[in-house]
């Protein structure tokens, strides 16, 4: 029985309990999302990022979109990072857990040595220019690539210090694009509205200005 410091137990119990095989130990907890709470983990002597699902998020996207959110995620991850450009700016997926309803449904991925790009930008009163820089080429990368509506929120973004210069890496992948089948239900009537990407990078500059501002 593997002992979990007090903040790894106080997670798992918010997920109402997590179900993993034995060779991934929970090491931390990294971060909290709506959909999820991220675990540094271990795996096969590995350390990796655990994305274990919250209950109420695999429910919704199983009933409302008919689909696996971790298998979701880990595809869209997937295409993004399979575009050459955008290879250097994404999370290397790993694999999904829990699809077989035996374990708690789970994303891993490659874990980012980095820090959440809100927590850098107020700390330097200001987002570093090479991430307002990758975020154009991201969008614009993603854009040529039939890319759309990415989850580019700038919360979901961390950055990573690479031989001197800040840049962005994308781990979030649930957004379920407005073009998706997912959306198409109820005849296309609560079709969610699609936010294209370059919106969203636009935000990293204006939450630059408001943490400049202070
Ligand atoms: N691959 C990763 N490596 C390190 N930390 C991560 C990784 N993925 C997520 N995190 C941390 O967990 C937080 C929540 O992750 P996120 O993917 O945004 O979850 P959600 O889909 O629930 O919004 C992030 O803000 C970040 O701090
Ligand atoms: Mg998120």
Redesign the pocket.
């Known amino acids: 029985m593997t002992e979990y410091s007090t903040e790894v137990a106080a997670a798992i119990e918010e997920l109402g309990g997590v179900t993993l095989p034995d060779n991934i130990q929970l090491l931390e907890v990294?971060?909290?999302?709506?959909?999820?709470?991220?675990f540094?983990a271990q795996h096969r002597g590995e350390v990796?990022?655990l994305?274990v699902?919250?209950p109420e998020?695999v429910e919704k996207y199983r009933k409302k979109f008919d689909l696996n959110i971790a298998v979701f995620?880990m595809s869209q991850n997937r295409k993004f990072r399979k575009i050459p450009e955008l290879t250097p700016f994404s999370?290397k997926p790993i694999m999904v857990l829990g699809h077989d309803g035996k374990q708690s449904v789970s994303f891993m991925?490659?874990?980012?040595?980095?820090?959440?790009l809100?927590e850098v930008g107020r700390e330097n009163k200001g987002v570093p220019v090479s991430v307002l820089e990758a975020g154009e080429e991201i969008a614009r990368a993603a854009e040529q690539a039939g890319l759309r509506d990415l989850?580019l929120d700038y919360?979901?973004?961390?950055v990573q210090s690479n031989n001197g210069r800040w840049l962005p890496?994308i781990?979030?992948?649930?957004q379920i694009p407005g073009d998706h089948p997912a959306n198409k239900a109820f005849m296309g009537l609560f079709k969610k509205s699609s936010r294209p990407n370059y919106e969203f990078v636009r935000e990293w500059l204006t939450f630059s200005e408001e943490c400049r501002a202070g």
């Open positions: 990294v971060g909290r999302g709506t959909c999820s709470i991220v540094k990796v990022a994305k699902y919250r998020t995620e999370a991925q490659e874990f980012i040595e980095g820090r959440p809100a989850d919360r979901n973004v961390m890496v781990h979030d992948f649930n």
